[in-house]
């Protein structure tokens, strides 16, 4: 699912419901805007299940760092060795905030592989949040707005450009409301 509708979309840029023309390069822009969300982030901002696997190089004593994701429920969690872990045995982190980027074992359970193959399966919900937050899709409508206005664009807005009286034009970047926007959910990675 998308992080904005295309009716979200349409409403912003004030075309008419009835108006099916651009619904096709609407659409695909919003495709487009997730990507780019996601790619300046870090972030995947809708929750998908999945299984993701994690190796001894992930681990680091009791604890086991989901670097580059981020997870927010458990559903089974595999050791390097095949067996389950019981939820009793594990803490997800931090406790009071999602996303959680790491599991801590209790002191009585051990990350334990079978061999340098072996691998840690975690089954699960994973993404930043459930939807997307509401400033996470305003900052995708005001892109796509962003986006699709550039179509109209005479210039070449890929490189800078000199006019015929000597100025120089420089090439749009994304739009600084957005980038603020998306500034705090940037992942940060030591």
Sequence with gaps: MAYATLANVKAYLDIPTATTSDDPLLTSLIDRAQEIIDAYTGRDFEAVTATKYFTIDNVEGRWLYLWGYDLLTITALTNGDNTVISSANYR?????????????????????????????????????????????????????????????????????????????IMPSALPKDVMSILEKYRRRLA
């Design 92 to 168: 997800l982190e931090p406790r009071n905030e999602t996303p959680k980027w790491a599991i801590r074992l209790d002191e009585d359970t051990i990350w334990d592989f079978d061999d340098s193959d072996s691998e840690i399966s975690i089954a699960g919900t994973w993404g930043y949040s459930t939807t997307a937050p509401s400033d996470v899709v305003h900052a995708c409508i005001r892109l796509v707005s962003f986006l699709y206005r550039q179509k109209d664009t005479s210039g070449d807005i890929d490189r800078p450009m000199v006019t015929g009286d000597g100025v120089t």
